[in-house]
Structure formats: structure tokens, C-alpha cells
T-cell receptor, first 112, second 114 residues
Framework: DQQVKQNSPSLSVQEGRISILNCDYT??????FLWYKKYPAEGPTFLIS?????DKNEDGRFTVFLNKSAKHLSLHIVPSQPGDSAVYFC???????????FGTGTRLQVFP | DAEITQSPRHKITETGRQVTLACHQT?????MFWYRQDLGHGLRLIHY???????NKGEVSDGYSVSRSNTEDLPLTLESAASSQTSVYFC?????????????FGQGTRLTVV
């Protein structure tokens, strides 16, 4: 049973536009959410996170939105750059478990 | 700089052989994790450890084992390799904090079982 879902396996966006990556979860116990970015032949790298006590967290071009009632989060990248082309994984955890449960990933391609 | 390293980066083995993948971190993190990445499944948790002598099963632990004899290392052993275990394996570590904790990943080991 997939507790964290990323229903779009791929997304293609023009450079300079907004990229929106979506993630849904089913476990209402999750209270900490993260986004990771992964380039080919490399390990995932942490991008941004959000606690369940917040509904938005911003870091430069990256903003994560959390809608607890819908069990949905999204990552916005504005403006998108070619270097943002990668696979993005959504992850969730329950406080004090430190154990991350990942989604299936979305491959973002940013074209000129 | 602190880091987390995996070895080997690539491994080909035969069905039925025992294989051990190494993971070493110099972050001094208590938490360590092993994940496998497969197309259509994302990253799935195999085993994890919260400290020395502590090990726990993850979502897909069958056929795998780990041991934690020190803080720095969490080797992953495939007892009898199967073709279904062909995958890319990632080790990760994180600091043990109450609540918010990001994990740092190694570069991965690509394992092929033939």
C-alpha cells in the first residue's frame, strides 16, 4: 500500500515558467514532509521541508505548500531553470520515528 | 567534510550468492537507512537502525539483513541473491532529533543479479 503518492511520473516545463510537482499521502500520522532532488547516477539530495504546523515554506525559488485536510503537498519552482531537470521525490515521516517514506518520483524536464 | 560513502558503486553477482554492500558515514549520525530504488516504486525502505546494536525491518526487508556494530557503518547483506534484487541501493543517515530530520544519502550501489 503506497502511503505517499506522486501521480505524475513526468512533467515538462519551459525555462522561466513555474513548475508544480504534486504529492498525496494517506497516513494521517505523517507530520513532517520533505522534497528531495535526484540527478542520474547520484544520491538524492535534500531540497526543502515543511512541518505539519505550517502550510507554506519558502526557500529562494522553491516553495512547498501543505494542505493537511486534503493530505496533499506541492512543490513550486519559480522560475524554472534547465539545471532543475531531475527526478523529484516527495517524502513523509512521523515525528520521532525519523523514518522517511518516499513517493515514486516525478521526472521534471525544463527546456529552453 | 562529513560524508556518507557506499561501496562498491557497481556489482554483478550470481543468483544464490551472498552479497554485502557497504555504507560508511562520518556525520556521527545515530540513524542509518537502506533504500532500494526501482522504476515505478520510488525509494523503498529495506532496513534501518537508530543506533549501535539496533536494527529494524522496513517495507521490503525479506532476503536482506543488516548489522550495526558501530556508529559509522551499516552493511547490507543479501543472504542469497535473487534476480528480483537487481536494483539501485541507497544508504542514508540522519541526526536523531525530535521531529524534523533530513536524511543525507550516499551515491548508490547498482547491483545486478544474473
Amino acid at each position: 500500500d503506497q502511503q505517499v503518492k506522486q501521480n505524475s511520473p513526468s512533467l515538462s516545463v519551459q525555462e522561466g515558467r513555474i513548475s508544480i510537482l504534486n504529492c498525496d499521502y494517506t497516513n494521517s500520522m505523517f507530520d513532517y514532509f520533505l522534497w528531495y532532488k535526484k540527478y542520474p547516477a547520484e544520491g538524492p539530495t535534500f531540497l526543502i521541508s515543511i512541518s505539519s504546523i505550517k502550510d507554506k515554506n519558502e526557500d529562494g525559488r522553491f516553495t512547498v505548500f501543505l494542505n493537511k485536510s486534503a493530505k496533499h503537498l506541492s512543490l513550486h519552482i519559480v522560475p524554472s531553470q534547465p539545471g532543475d531537470s531531475a527526478v523529484y521525490f516527495c517524502a513523509a515521516s512521523v515525528t520521532n520515528t525519523d523514518k522517511l517514506i518516499f513517493g515514486t518520483g516525478t521526472r521534471l524536464q525544463v527546456f529552453p | 567534510d562529513a560524508e556518507i560513502t557506499q561501496s562498491p558503486r557497481h556489482k554483478i553477482t550470481e543468483t544464490g550468492r551472498q552479497v554485502t554492500l557497504a555504507c560508511h558515514q562520518t556525520w556521527n549520525h545515530n540513524n542509518m537507512f537502506w533504500y532500494r530504488q526501482d522504476l515505478g516504486h520510488g525509494l523503498r525502505l529495506i532496513h534501518y537502525s537508530y543506533g549501535v546494536q539496533d536494527t529494524n525491518k522496513g517495507e521490503v526487508s525479506d532476503g536482506y539483513s543488516v548489522s550495526r556494530s558501530n556508529t559509522e557503518d551499516l552493511p547490507l547483506t543479501l543472504e542469497s541473491a535473487a534476480s528480483s534484487q537487481t536494483s539501485v541501493y541507497f544508504c542514508a543517515s540522519s541526526e536523531q532529533v525530535a521531529g524534523e530530520s533530513e536524511a543525507f544519502f550516499g551515491q548508490g550501489t547498482r547491483l545486478t543479479v544474473v
